[in-house]
C-alpha cells in the first residue's frame, strides 16, 4: 500500500473524501466524485446520477447528459485508479455504478 508522502493517508483505507482532496477534478467530476462518495460500496443507476448532477438545473440538465456521463467516465475512472479506488459497474436490471477500493471491485465479485 503506498501512503502520500505529504500527509501520510494510505490507498485502500480510510474515507474516500480524505481522497479528493488530492485529487485534480473538474467541476463535474467532483459532483460525480460527491455523488459515489456519499453512496459508496451501492450501485446508483446512471438515470439517479444525472438527476443528482443537475438537481439545480430547473431543466433537469441536457437532454444528452446520460450520454455525456458515459462519455466523461472513462477519464474520470482513471483519475479515481491513481489514488486506488475504481468505479465498478454492473448490467442490466437494477444496475448502476458504485466506487469501491480498487483492490476489492470486481475481482472480489468472482
Known sequence: M????????????????QI????RLTRKERALFDIFANNFGRFI???????????????????TAENSLCVGMPKFKEKL???GLDLDV???RGG??????AKTGR???K
Open 2 to 17: 503506498n501512503s502520500c508522502p505529504c500527509c501520510g493517508f494510505k490507498e485502500g483505507t480510510g474515507n474516500p473524501f
Open 20 to 23: 479528493a482532496r488530492t485529487l
Open 45 to 63: 443507476s446512471s438515470g439517479d446520477i444525472v438527476g443528482a448532477m443537475y438537481a439545480d438545473d430547473p431543466d433537469g440538465g441536457p437532454d
Open 81 to 83: 485508479r491513481t489514488r
Open 90 to 92: 454492473k448490467r442490466g
Open 96 to 101: 448502476g455504478r458504485r466506487m469501491v477500493w
Open 107 to 109: 475481482a472480489a465479485k
